[in-house]
């Protein structure tokens, strides 16, 4: 059973950089996506960043340009820097790890990232 375990977020001013992390404890597939959502007060959870057990990369077009993820294999971690924070980047941040084959899914319990002057 995969467990995810989300650190490093909290406050920052803007145009600041944090970076988040991951880490994944039990038997990850060879087939599978790492990615990073977020969830403002009174808004829907947000697609963020993705990487796959290929490295192939995705980023949603608000993060493009400011953030890069990336992942240590070995670790079984997956990163998240972020830099130029903006005040609309205020979110919950929630590792996701998706299976491919079997679609089955697994949420980290989330991490405050707060950006404000």
């Known amino acids: 059973q995969v467990q995810l375990v989300e650190s490093g977020g909290g406050l920052v001013q803007p145009g600041g950089s944090l970076r988040l992390s991951c880490v994944a404890s039990g038997s990850l597939l060879s087939s599978y996506t790492l990615g990073w959502y977020r969830q403002a007060p009174g808004e829907q959870r947000e697609l963020v960043a993705t990487i796959t057990s290929r490295d192939v990369t995705y980023y949603s077009d608000s993060v493009k340009g400011r953030c890069t993820i990336s992942r240590d294999n070995a670790k079984s971690t997956v990163v998240l820097q972020m830099n130029s924070l903006k005040l609309e980047d205020t979110a919950v941040y929630y590792c996701?790890?998706?299976?491919?084959?079997?679609?089955?899914?697994?949420w980290g319990q989330g991490t405050q990232v707060t950006v404000s002057s």
């Open positions: 996701n790890y998706r299976e491919w084959y079997s679609d089955h899914t697994v």
